[in-house]
């Protein structure tokens, strides 16, 4: 139907939802997804469709990222961008292009974190989005 949910990359899972992962965070709040690419190549989408309401441009933590409401007290946040394509205030779909995959902020290498809040607090995004990312 043209509404999500969708992976916003596709790649393989190299930091699962839950677990320990020092030194970054006590517990991680997302999914790191990588496709091996560089910087800068690999489009990100959002995994359904919503409004953008925080683009941060950063070299610290989540580095740049975007946050997008979908309603229902449904918040996903992109981080470790290379680049920000979206404004806040725009109207996203899952075929539109937010940013490209980095390695900004703190940050292994190139690859995504994707995180799916649920009134504010983190939820596994398998919860949402079926199957895997490739």
């Known amino acids: 139907n043209g509404s999500g949910p969708v992976w916003p990359i596709t790649g393989r899972i190299t930091t699962q939802f839950g677990v320990a992962h ?15 690419k560089k910087s800068g190549v690999t489009p990100i989408r959002p995994f359904r469709n919503g409004k953008v309401i925080e683009t941060i441009k ?33 109207e996203v779909t899952i075929n539109s292009v937010i940013g490209y995959e980095g390695s900004t902020g703190m940050s292994t290498g190139t690859h995504l974190h ?14 949402f989005v079926a199957g895997e990312p490739f």
Do not use: C, M
Request: hydrophobic share 30%.
């Open 114 to 127: 994707f995180e799916v809040r649920v009134n504010n607090k983190v939820a596994d995004p398998h919860k």
């Open 58 to 90: 950063s070299n610290k933590g989540y580095g740049n990222h975007v946050i997008i409401d979908h309603g229902n007290g449904v918040t996903s946040l992109y981080a470790h961008l290379y680049s920000i394509e979206a404004t806040v205030g725009q």
């Open 22 to 36: 020092w030194p970054y965070q006590p517990t991680h709040t997302g999914l790191d997804i990588s496709d091996g």
